[in-house]
């Protein structure tokens, strides 16, 4: 269960970045236990930009798809909601109708622009902001995960906003604080750790900071490691090696062995259950 990967107290957990029905299946198969379904990538693979391009509906839809592809639990990126705090209720409401085990809310406005792009992001106000998360655990309670991620730092807040932030969004009902920076070393992320006492389980997002070996955060105390794009970035790099060798050789045999085979595609998402059912239910006497 998600709720127990994100609040266990002496194990740190993974969540592998997934954006579609088949980059889930490949984290399930690597043995990741949960899921991040990553705005970024989500919105990347529809041919949008992280910038709310991409509708709250078009994000159910994608979540949808990895949910059904794996049965693995979903953490996922919900923006700031939205909106307001109704949209970001209705948004926990459908991600919970399509099987979603958590929803992480930061404290953006809406449109959002990626943490990564500029420096200076407005951030929500305090207050406003905690409405929103009061609003979704009034709306699904326990069934799913709140995660109240906090771009304080990001933005260029500084540390006691960040953790005046945090407390806040403790008291509005968040069972998890996500904690970003942009820093290329993980000194924020361990400087909010022991001021913050973990007086709720702590994300992180290692993206810049990936240098920093896990022990960094098991001894801060993190709960839970995102690696929020790996996937997407990776198939970004094949497809565009593939794309790029097909075109000058006008022909495939010299990257066959680079890429999957049909039958490894046959295999992942079960075809033989397919044939087996054909039998099943298309015959004309089942069980003579
Ligand atoms: C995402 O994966 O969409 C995230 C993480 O929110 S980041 O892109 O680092 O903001
Ligand atoms: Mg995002």
Redesign the pocket.
């Known amino acids: 269960m998600l709720r127990d990967q994100i609040c266990s107290r002496n194990e740190l957990s993974f969540l592998m970045?997934a954006h579609d029905g088949l980059s889930a299946a490949i984290a399930e198969r690597a043995s990741f236990k949960g899921l991040?379904a990553?705005?970024?990538?989500i919105a990347c693979s529809l041919g949008y930009r992280?910038a709310s391009e991409a509708s709250w509906s078009q994000i159910v839809d994608a979540v949808e798809r990895i949910v059904d592809s794996t049965r693995l639990p979903v953490l996922v990126?919900g923006d700031g909601g939205f909106g307001n705090f109704n949209n970001a209720r209705l948004l926990a409401r459908k991600l919970r109708q399509r099987g979603a085990a958590g929803v992480a809310l930061?404290d953006s406005c809406f449109p959002k622009m990626?943490?990564?792009i500029g420096d200076r992001h407005p951030l929500a106000d305090i207050d406003e902001f905690s409405g929103r998360l009061r609003a979704v655990k009034d709306t699904v309670a326990e069934d799913l995960v709140l995660v109240a991620r906090i771009e304080a730092l990001i933005a260029g807040h500084g540390m006691d906003e960040a953790l005046v932030r945090a407390s806040a969004y403790a008291a509005a009902g968040a069972d998890a604080i996500l904690i970003?920076s942009r820093r290329t070393a993980a000194d924020e992320i361990v400087a909010f750790m022991r001021a913050w006492h973990n007086r709720l389980p702590v994300l992180i997002?290692p993206?810049k900071y990936y240098r920093t070996p896990v022990s960094v955060y098991r001894k801060a105390g993190i709960s839970t490691v995102?690696w929020?794009?790996h996937s997407m970035r990776a198939a970004i790099v094949a497809m565009r090696q593939v794309c790029n060798r097909i075109f000058a050789e006008e022909n495939t045999a010299g990257i066959e062995s680079n890429i999957a085979t049909l039958d490894e595609i046959f295999e992942m998402f079960n075809y033989n259950e397919l044939a087996r059912a054909e039998l099943r239910y298309q015959s004309p006497n089942p069980g003579q």
């Open positions: 970045e991040w990553s705005g970024l990538s992280d990126d930061e990626n943490s990564f970003h997002v993206t995102i929020a794009n």
